[in-house]
């Protein structure tokens, strides 16, 4: 909530200060991971993913978007259609808290204001900081929790959106982000003594997780004047 509440008040200062739309709303969905224990279907929500955007339409075809997201990855041996995980029996849980800012391209204009409405698919990427659980493998062989650590991703997103209102757009999209780690499932610990004694999987190869889900945005501002982008 704290952060929403920062991303309102950050907003009614550049209501006031430009003629461009802006957006902002709310996603819900699922979550999962890839990576070195589990399930390795590239698109499988197993979890709930919630998060808040805000969109700075500079162009009909490209905004300047922001969002906060949040979500526990998990990953069971026991889903894997791998027969060496199965009997292997490792799990793990992961919380996920995001910050990622970037562009978002859409395929052709999207116009709210034409007097019909507006679709079209989108692409998004940019830079993303996240917050993730340090995880560690024990000598009982279970993944727990070993304090807390920050990383990078790059996030891949691929969407679609229509308006629904004058003010409304409901988007769909799955965006997968390669993280600059192969440490969500405690599978390459780093930084502390006997790590390598620890390490499974294949450690050449860092972890990846994907968001699914619907986007609803509140679309505000006067009527932008796209004529200098």
């Given at each position: 909530?704290?952060?929403?509440?920062?991303?309102?008040?950050?907003?009614?200062?550049?209501?006031?200060?430009?003629?461009?739309?802006?957006?902002i709303?709310?996603?819900?969905g699922?979550?999962?991971?890839?990576?070195?224990?589990?399930?390795?279907?590239?698109?499988?929500?197993?979890?709930?993913?919630?998060?808040?955007?805000?969109?700075?339409?500079?162009?009909?075809?490209h905004?300047?978007?922001?969002s906060?997201?949040r979500?526990?990855?998990?990953g069971?041996?026991?889903?894997a259609?791998?027969?060496?995980?199965?009997?292997?029996?490792?799990?793990?849980k992961n919380?996920?808290?995001?910050?990622?800012?970037?562009?978002?391209?859409?395929?052709?204009e999207?116009?709210?204001?034409?007097?019909?409405?507006a679709?079209?698919?989108?692409?998004?990427?940019?830079?993303?900081?996240?917050?993730?659980?340090?995880?560690?493998?024990?000598?009982?062989?279970?993944?727990?929790?070993?304090?807390?650590?920050?990383?990078?991703?790059?996030?891949?997103?691929?969407?679609?959106?229509?308006?629904?209102?004058?003010?409304?757009?409901?988007?769909?999209?799955?965006?997968?982000?390669?993280?600059?780690?192969d440490?969500?499932?405690?599978?390459?610990?780093?930084?502390?003594?006997?790590?390598?004694?620890?390490?499974f999987?294949?450690?050449?190869?860092?972890?990846?997780?994907?968001?699914?889900?619907?986007?609803?945005?509140?679309?505000?501002?006067r009527?932008?004047?796209?004529?200098?982008?």
């Amino acid at each position: 909530m704290k952060y929403f509440i920062v991303i309102v008040l950050f907003v009614g200062s550049l209501t006031s200060a430009a003629s461009q739309t802006y957006e902002i709303g709310g996603f819900v969905g699922g979550a999962n991971y890839i990576g070195d224990v589990g399930n390795t279907t590239y698109i499988s929500p197993n979890t709930l993913a919630v998060g808040v955007l805000f969109k700075w339409n500079r162009s009909e075809r490209h905004a300047f978007r922001a969002s906060i997201k949040r979500a526990t990855l998990e990953g069971n041996d026991k889903d894997a259609s791998d027969s060496r995980r199965n009997n292997r029996g490792y799990s793990f849980k992961n919380s996920i808290t995001e910050l990622s800012v970037g562009l978002e391209y859409t395929f052709w204009e999207f116009n709210m204001y034409g007097g019909k409405r507006a679709n079209t698919p989108y692409l998004y990427t940019g830079l993303t900081y996240f917050l993730q659980d340090d995880l560690l493998k024990n000598n009982n062989d279970v993944i727990v929790k070993d304090g807390s650590k920050g990383n990078i991703a790059i996030p891949m997103v691929l969407g679609y959106k229509a308006s629904i209102s004058t003010n409304l757009v409901l988007g769909f999209e799955v965006g997968a982000r390669y993280s600059f780690t192969d440490n969500l499932d405690g599978s390459n610990p780093k930084d502390i003594e006997g790590s390598e004694n620890l390490r499974f999987g294949n450690i050449n190869n860092n972890d990846w997780y994907v968001f699914s889900g619907l986007t609803l945005t509140f679309t505000f501002g006067r009527q932008p004047c796209y004529c200098n982008f």
